[in-house]
């Protein structure tokens, strides 16, 4: 059987997708992200989309135009993607959190632009949820796919994700790597399911690897 080439392999399913930064504002000026094109997500989506799926894309902010025939809505902070993730929960057959969601969120947001002075600032952050997570708690039917940026122990620490989210399957790339880091058109990614295999592949085109993660939630999950 030949990858990615079967035109409705996704007929009846519904895809939820989350991607790119969330921003967490800091004061009127100024935020914190994370190093993110939402390109990985955008390709999910319309990869999903091109085979059948029905898709809804939760996205932070990007540059990207909404894919076409895509339920696309936005968010800015991770508080108001976690709000809308949990309105799908029990909702949809495939949940893939392609996000780079902030960790943390800081404490306070001054409603006046902070003005400098001569002192060190210390911002203090609290933690946001783990959309994820909280997703995989019940997950019921919903087939959950969750992604691992690492920098270090790349398998080992995407492995532990699986257990700690109650994943169904993780993909994991090393953002140091030539060719798998952020902004670019392509990734090297591993694929790894809840039994632990794990299947390591080429630098590919991020649309290519959106099929081949297509493939692996097909062949593990949709009959
Ligand atoms: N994720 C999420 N909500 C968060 C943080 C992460 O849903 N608040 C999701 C991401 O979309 C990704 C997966 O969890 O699919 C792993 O994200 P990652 O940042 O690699 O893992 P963390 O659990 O946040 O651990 P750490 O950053 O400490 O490595
Ligand atoms: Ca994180």
Redesign the pocket.
């Given at each position: 059987e030949l990858l990615g080439t079967e035109k409705n392999d996704y007929d009846g399913i519904t895809v939820l997708v989350?991607a790119g930064p969330t921003v967490e504002p800091i004061d009127p000026v100024r935020y914190i992200t994370?190093r993110s094109s939402g390109k990985m997500g955008f390709e999910i989506a319309k990869a999903a989309k091109s085979r059948g799926a029905k898709v809804i894309l939760i996205s932070g902010p990007t540059s990207i135009e909404d894919p076409v025939d895509v339920e696309t809505i936005h968010v800015n902070t991770?508080l108001e993607?976690?709000n809308v993730?949990m309105k799908f929960k029990g909702k949809v057959d495939v949940f893939?959190?392609?996000?780079?969601?902030?960790?943390y969120r800081p404490a306070i947001y001054e409603v006046n632009k902070i003005k400098k002075s001569d002192d060190a600032l210390v911002l203090k952050l609290v933690?946001?949820?783990?959309?994820?997570?909280?997703?995989g708690k019940e997950k019921g039917n919903t087939f959950l796919?969750?992604?691992?940026?690492?920098t270090e122990n790349l398998i080992e620490?995407a492995k532990a994700?699986i257990i700690?989210?109650n994943l169904d399957l993780?993909?994991a790339n090393d953002v140091l790597k030539e060719g798998a880091g952020f902004s670019g058109d392509t990734n090297i990614v591993n694929i790894i399911d809840k039994n632990m295999n794990v299947k390591e592949y080429p630098l590919m085109s991020k649309t290519d690897v959106a099929h081949v993660i297509l493939d692996e939630i097909k062949n593990l999950f949709i009959r």
């Open positions: 989350t994370n991770a993607m976690y993730v893939i959190g392609a996000a780079a969601v902030a960790d933690r946001n949820p783990d959309i994820l997570y909280e997703f796919v969750g992604f691992a940026a690492e620490s994700k700690r989210k993780i993909v």
